[in-house]
């Protein structure tokens, strides 16, 4: 459930792909609602603090300013503002109670949304104003509790509301609160409101024994320091482990698409595991949950997830049955909690013999339906989630999993059939169909790839690796090349993943230049508070599809924390 000012995306528009493309878009510029003053804004510098408390200063043209304070301490959402010289203020906006949008541009099968029924009341607690949302088709209402001036009302209509409340005072506290229902959602903004000094301390106690304590050390602060991406992607991370029963589901973003791909939520796994020791737990919560929680049909595990363990949609996707065994691999390997890995060995041998199941009678190839973008696949054997495999393989068997010779018979295996010749060079296809088909691509998604050579498949000089990394960072990779960036053929721009990509290789290379250049394009293409979008205009850095997007700042985070290795 989310309170935002867009409207509904509609079911009948669905599988209408520009519609989707253009209400994803839209939500980056949307009108919003909260505090506006009557001064026109020169700037505004936000900064984080703990992670998870943001201080925002405000410069007007007219040389006033204001500062606002945003931090959440139990159930509510708490907002301090201090302005100077008489500024004017008024809480002014659109808001809409409903559920999340799940607009995919594969749409893997409509999950209608609920009505958009709009109840407000407004009313006055003494000085206080208590402005109050609920949506009778959804378990959830908003409070919104502040020094309101205005008479009593009610509305009731469908779709979006317009506030517009004079704000009294220049030192004010706006809370927001949530519930199941209306008097559940006032009744946490009262019982807490105005928060009191102890209730300060302790929310900022709370963040920091979360969160700073664990960079205390030299390391950690220089390389978090001004690194809003970095931060985001532990941070955000942290806060899409959805808790569901013993499990814990990663969800991909909090609002667009609160779904989630066990290919996510590995980058966001893999995070968290080289972020601290305390993020072990949410690891090993989120395997019980995609071992023990999410449904597999036929023994495989589906495209996307809703949080509860069920499909969304069923599509069959190779590097989506591999991700899984790959991270509870790294982490029995780095944490030593066999318990967990004997819980679910079982589990393991079922998805291998699986896999087994549906290797080509030819060779040791495995068919996926989709490419790891959710999009039509040109042929049915996709390189990176054949390096994925290998590497996965490789790990399990640190871990005593006997597969006998299928590693290297992959290995082997893509030598043979997906060694082609680009750009008069042999590079790596995208994809082959073992026939001698070939298909020269690669996409932003494309992650076990451009990791070869920290994964051991291959040394950074290997002339085939090299050759194909030349290419995919090239023109020549025309579907997914955009002006110096690399994206995908599924949103057509520059993706965030592209860029992290682009500085994994940097690295790799030991090139300082290119190096600084993806670190450029990641700050550039960063939201306010960090976060990458999915896609960007490569010459403006506006954002084209999805600023909530975990996987992007999830795998920069794995990036210059070290977490990719052999």
Not at 142 to 149: G, S, T, Y
Not at 228 to 254: F, K, W
Not at 376 to 395: D, G, R, V
Request: aromatic residues 12%; negative net charge.
């Amino acid at each position: 459930v989310t309170l935002i000012s867009a409207d509904p995306f509609p079911d009948d528009q669905r599988y209408n792909v520009a519609a989707v493309r253009a209400y994803r878009k839209s939500l980056a510029a949307l009108e919003g609602f909260g505090v506006r003053f009557d001064a026109p804004i020169q700037s505004v510098e936000t900064h984080n603090r703990y992670g998870s408390t943001v201080h925002t200063q405000i410069n007007f043209a007219d040389d006033r300013s204001a500062e606002v304070d945003t931090f959440v301490y139990g159930l509510t959402t708490y907002q301090r503002w201090k302005s100077t010289y008489g500024l004017t203020a008024r809480f002014k906006g659109r808001l809409s109670l409903q559920r999340c949008a799940y607009t995919q541009i594969t749409e893997g099968g409509v999950i209608p949304a609920p009505p958009v029924e709009t109840h407000v009341t407004f009313d006055q607690h003494g000085k206080l104003g208590m402005w109050t949302i609920e949506n009778p088709a959804l378990p959830a209402a908003v409070c919104i509790l502040a020094p309101f001036e205005g008479d009593s009302y009610e509305i009731e209509t469908v779709g979006a509301v317009r506030v517009d409340l004079p704000l009294v005072g220049d030192d004010v506290i706006l809370c927001f609160s949530t519930g199941m229902n209306a008097l559940e959602a006032q009744t946490n903004a009262l019982r807490f409101y105005p928060p009191t000094p102890t209730h300060l301390h302790d929310a900022f106690e709370e963040i920091r024994l979360s969160w700073w304590v664990q960079r205390e050390d030299d390391k950690h602060r220089a390389l978090f320091e001004g690194n809003l991406p970095l931060e985001r992607g532990i941070v955000y991370s942290q806060n899409m482990a959805i808790p569901v029963g013993e499990g814990a589901c990663l969800l991909t973003d909090h609002m667009l698409l609160p779904l989630s791909w066990n290919r996510d939520a590995y980058y966001l796994a893999r995070a968290l595991l080289s972020w601290h020791a305390d993020m072990r737990d949410i690891v090993r919560r989120h395997l019980i949950w995609m071992f023990e929680i999410a449904k597999r049909e036929n023994g495989t595990w589906g495209r996307s997830y809703l949080a509860n363990g069920m499909i969304k949609d069923a599509s069959f996707q190779l590097d989506q049955q591999v991700f899984p065994l790959l991270e509870l691999a790294e982490y029995v390997l780095e944490t030593g909690d066999r318990a967990t890995f004997q819980r679910l060995e079982g589990h393991v041998y079922a998805i291998l013999d699986m896999l087994v199941a549906r290797k080509a009678e030819f060779a040791p190839l495995f068919p996926t339906d989709e490419t790891p973008g959710d999009d039509p696949i040109a042929q049915p054997y996709h390189l990176s989630s054949h390096i994925l495999f290998w590497k996965t393989l490789e790990k399990l068997g640190r871990l005593g999993v006997d597969t006998g010779t299928l590693k290297d018979d992959i290995r082997a295996a893509v030598d043979r059939y997906f060694i082609t010749e680009g750009e008069g060079k042999r590079i790596y296809a995208y994809a082959t169909d073992g026939k001698g088909g070939h298909h020269l691509y690669h996409d932003a998604n494309d992650f076990p790839t451009v990791l070869a050579p920290i994964w051991g498949w291959c040394a950074a000089d290997d002339p085939v690796w090299r050759a194909t990394m030349d290419f995919a960072f090239s023109p020549a990779n025309e579907q997914a090349w955009f002006d110096g960036h690399l994206g995908s053929v599924h949103t057509r721009a520059a993706w965030s993943l592209g860029d992290v990509q682009d500085l994994i290789v940097a690295r790799i290379l030991g090139d300082k230049e290119r190096e600084a250049r993806a670190q450029a394009a990641v700050r550039k293409a960063a939201q306010r508070d960090g976060a990458l979008p999915e896609a960007y205009d490569p010459h403006t850095y506006e954002v084209v599809a999805r600023h909530w997007f975990a996987w992007p700042n999830a795998a920069y985070a794995c990036v210059l924390l070290g977490a990719f290795k052999p």
